[in-house]
Nanobody, 122 residues
Framework: QVQLVESGGGLVQPGGSLRLSCEAS????????MGWFRQAPGQEREFVAA????????YYADSVKGRFSISRDNAKNTVYLQMNSLKPEDTAVYYC???????????????WGQGTQVTVSS
């Protein structure tokens, strides 16, 4: 099975920025929509953003719309999440996973990578 490795997290002050990366160990089918999810302490994992195979279409959770931007480089099997204007409520472990279909917010695979911790605090 394809392994997903997330990186780029860290500690940032409110209003700051981070760029997360998710690299797949193998080829992901071209029909797959790639997504980012996050899980805050004591909360359920939630959808953040998703991008089509071509990268030409994206959609976001309302909580991050206008602040986060998802992109992908298929040649590198990598998906990115640019996070700007970060807020303390963005603190979570961030994961990537394909979504079940375009426009959906549920993860396709039942397994996850190790995730990358994002902490927004002054």
């Amino acid at each position: 099975q394809v392994q997903l490795v997330e990186s780029g997290g860290g500690l940032v002050q409110p209003g700051g920025s981070l760029r997360l990366s998710c690299e797949a160990s193998g080829r992901i089918p071209s029909s797959y929509v790639m997504g980012w999810f996050r899980q805050a302490p004591g909360q359920e994992r939630e959808f953040v953003a998703a991008i089509s195979w071509s990268g030409g279409a994206t959609y976001y959770a309302d909580s991050v719309k206008g602040r986060f931007s998802i992109s992908r480089d298929n040649a590198k099997n990598t998906v990115y999440l640019q996070m700007n204007s970060l807020k303390p409520e963005d603190t979570a472990v961030y994961y990537c996973n394909p979504t079940t279909a375009w426009g959906k917010t549920a993860p396709r695979w039942s397994y996850w990578g190790q995730g990358t911790q994002v902490t927004v605090s002054s």
